[in-house]
Each structure stands twice: as C-alpha cells, then as structure tokens.
C-alpha cells in the first residue's frame, strides 16, 4: 500500500495548534495582532520533523533557516552530446564536495528556453528559491540576470570568471591570462618568433582572457601579433602555411585535431614544422588521436571550491539574519577565486624548424 502523505492538517493536529498557526509559522509572520510565541512554533517545527512534511521545500526552508540543498543551473544543455563533454569535470567536483559538505545537490533544467540558451526569467527566479543557493555555469550568461540575482541578495557563485557592470561578481575560475601567456614564453624559449593565435574572437570571458594572455606575452617579447581566423580549418591551415608560422595556440573548441590534418596534408607537420599547443582540454577528442602540449583547466577543483565557497556565502547570510551587526566571514580573496592551470608536457611542441621561417613573413 502506498504511503498517505501528510498535509498542513496533521502537522496542526500533531502539534496541537490550527492549521492557520502552521501556515503562520511556515510563512516566518503572522498577521498584525497575532502573536505566535517561541514555544508553539517549537511544536509546529517538531511536528513537522516527525511527519517529514515537505508539501512545500520554501516552507521548510523558512522553518529550519536552510534547507540543507544548493542548486546549479546551466546556461547550456548540460550532458554531453556528439562527444563534447564540457560540464564533466565541473559536476565531478560539485558532487564530491556537495557529498563532504552533507548537502544535496539540485540540477535546474526546467528554465525556459530563448534563443538556444535557458533563461532564469518568468518562474525560474520562484524555482531557486527551493535552494539555499546556485551554482551558475555556462558561456553565454545574461547579464540582467546575474544583475538581478545582485540587487535581490540571492546567494550565487559562477563557475568562472564573471563581472556584471565592472562588479566583480562572486566566482571560481581558471587563470587563462596567466597560462596562456606561459605558453607564449614555452615557445619562445624553444626559439620560435612566428607565433600565433587561432581562436574565436568573442566575449565570452575564457576567450577574453586567452587574448589577453596572448597580446601581454607577445608585447613583452617585443614579438608581432599574428591571429588566425578559425571559421573554417581550412582556410585556417591556408593563412598558417602563407604566414610562415612556426607555432599556433589554439583554443580548444575550434577542432585541433582537423587543423593539424590540415597542416600536415601541406607538408608543414605537428610538431616537426608547426607547433601547437592547445589553451585547454579538447571538447572533442578523438580516439587515438594526439597528446596536446598546452594546459588543462582545473576543472574538478573549480567545481569543488565553488560549492565551499558558495556554502560559506549561505552560512554568512543566515548569520547575517541572525545578527544585529554583520560578521565578516569573507573577503575579496575568498569571493574571487583564480586558480592555475597545469602545463600538460604532450608531443605536439618542438624546437623551431629553420626552413619553416624562411616562408613569407607577416
């Protein structure tokens, strides 16, 4: 026989109240003139312990202070598709930590969907509300939203570099300026002066911050800036070979594996003619396909220390709640958290080939 969920009713009855007081204590207020003493809320609180009345995760929520659950939303579809497996290592990490800290973990996939990408509008700011707080994960972010999530104080940490209205925004993210401008440094040492950059030119902030890291290192070597537009792989290998290029960082989404098919399929090889070295874990691996020199993005640990971070952040909003005067329990350190990305050795970097200069310069 299934079990009888319990209602409003047995709580009230259990506790020896009416069903009003209960929905008074759920709701955290009474009505003017009604007054609900400390020990009768104690009742409906236990009563509602012993039931395991859930009929709504707010109420519990307004009860108990928190409810023990922090949410994630993705501003793309989360689980791989065709082999690109970019949310992997974030979720790998928020569960281990979520299973350490004692607290469930609730995926938001219910957001509606505008342009390809989900959106908090309409209902999705009253659905967060069942979590104490979020994780937010995604490139194509909207900065309304995380502009909203500012002004109602609704706990939040983004996975990744974020600002909205040069506010820096709650985040854990990897240092992409600081390894890719290492990359630049790798090469050079190993005597390469044509080096360039293949990636897309958008506004996201990884990108954002590979270019950065790109054009600080390059000035600093007092070296040109070569960039290659990656639209199309072919066209790509074209302007690598006419250039005479003898190293290429590339981004990882625009398909590595294809541009070093291409580069060899032009008798300019990786690495013997081309270095390359990939700014971050492939999205789309092939099978026995080749070990990248470059960096990975420490996608684990952003994933767990988001969680910490965004645990911390509740606690210090329930304290804060608590509280006549506001504990400092954070600083900007804590809120804004870069981490580094490991160099990845690989076999597609080399020294630089002699002949391969000697081809037009630009």
């Known amino acids: 026989m299934p079990r009888r969920r319990f209602t409003q ?25 009604v007054r609900i003493s400390e020990e009768t809320r104690s009742r409906v609180i236990e009563a509602m312990r012993i039931t395991g009345y859930s009929a709504n995760p707010m109420a519990q929520r307004l009860a ?29 990490g928020i569960e281990q930590a979520a299973e350490q800290l004692g607290v469930d973990m609730l995926l938001f996939t219910s957001a509606r969907v505008v342009d390809g ?42 996975i990744g570099k974020r600002t909205s209205e040069g506010r820096m925004l709650p985040f854990v993210g990897a240092d992409y300026v600081e390894a890719t401008a290492r990359q630049v440094s790798r090469l050079t040492a190993l005597g390469h002066t044509r ?43 074209d302007e690598i070979v006419e250039r005479g290029l003898t190293a290429i960082l590339v981004a990882p989404e625009h398909h590595p594996e294809e541009l070093a098919d291409e580069l060899a399929a032009r008798g300019r090889p990786v690495p013997q003619h081309v270095s390359m070295l990939l700014l971050g874990q492939p999205l789309h691996p092939r ?22 971070l ?3 952040i509740v606690e210090q909003e329930s304290r804060a709640e608590g509280a006549s005067r506001r504990e400092p329990v954070l600083d900007d350190a804590d809120y804004h ?20 200069s000697e081809r037009n310069p630009a």
């Open 9 to 33: 009713a047995d709580v009230a009855a259990m506790a020896g109240v009416s069903q009003s007081t209960v929905s008074f204590v759920l709701n955290g207020s009474a009505p003017a003139g």
């Open 64 to 92: 108990g202070g928190r409810n023990q659950i922090l949410g994630v939303f993705t501003y793309e579809k989360t689980f791989p598709r065709g082999g690109q497996d970019f949310y992997g290592g974030f979720l790998n």
């Open 117 to 158: 990408r989900r959106r908090l509008t309409r209902d999705g700011w009253q659905r967060l509300g069942i979590a104490d707080g979020c994780l937010l994960l995604g490139q194509q972010e909207d900065q309304s939203e995380l502009q909203h999530l500012l002004d109602t104080n609704y706990p939040f940490v983004f």
């Open 195 to 237: 080096i360039g950059y293949a990636g897309p030119r958008g506004t996201d902030q990884p990108t954002l911050d590979r270019i950065e890291g790109y054009t600080r290192a390059m000035r600093e070597a007092g070296l040109p800036l070569r960039l290659v537009d990656v639209d199309d792989v072919t066209d790509a290998a």
């Open 287 to 308: 099978k026995g396909g080749r070990s990248w020199s470059g960096f990975v993005v420490p996608r684990e640990e952003m994933g767990a220390r988001a969680v910490v």
């Open 310 to 312: 965004l645990s911390r």
């Open 337 to 356: 958290q870069l981490l580094p990305c490991p160099d990845v050795d690989g076999a597609t970097i080399a020294d630089v080939v002699s002949s391969s």
